[in-house]
């Protein structure tokens, strides 16, 4: 299992969730856990893929980082 952290400021969150879910829908996988936290300024999304290498390209694409 991957997980990728993708760290994302809270003016720019619908967006960025909006490009994932773009993301996720042309790779026809669904995500298994999706969590959020967040802080003043910025929220933290931890992805949780089951397959590898899927969870890699999502974290090349979204400037992500590997916290498996």
Same mark, same amino acid.
């Given at each position: 299992?991957? $997980? $990728?952290?993708?760290? $994302?400021?809270? =003016? #720019?969150? =619908? *967006?960025?969730?909006? @490009?994932?879910? +773009?993301?996720? +829908?042309?790779?026809?996988?669904?995500?298994?856990?999706? *969590?959020?936290?967040?802080?003043?300024?910025?929220? $933290?999304?931890?992805?949780?893929?089951?397959?590898? @290498?899927? #969870? *890699? =390209?999502?974290? @090349? @694409?979204? #400037?992500?980082?590997?916290?498996?």
């Amino acid at each position: 299992m991957r $997980v $990728v952290q993708v760290l $994302v400021s809270r =003016a #720019g969150f =619908a *967006e960025t969730l909006g @490009a994932m879910r +773009d993301w996720l +829908d042309r790779n026809n996988r669904p995500l298994v856990r999706f *969590e959020t936290t967040s802080d003043r300024d910025n929220i $933290v999304m931890k992805l949780h893929f089951e397959d590898d @290498a899927l #969870g *890699e =390209a999502f974290r @090349a @694409a979204f #400037g992500g980082r590997d916290v498996s």
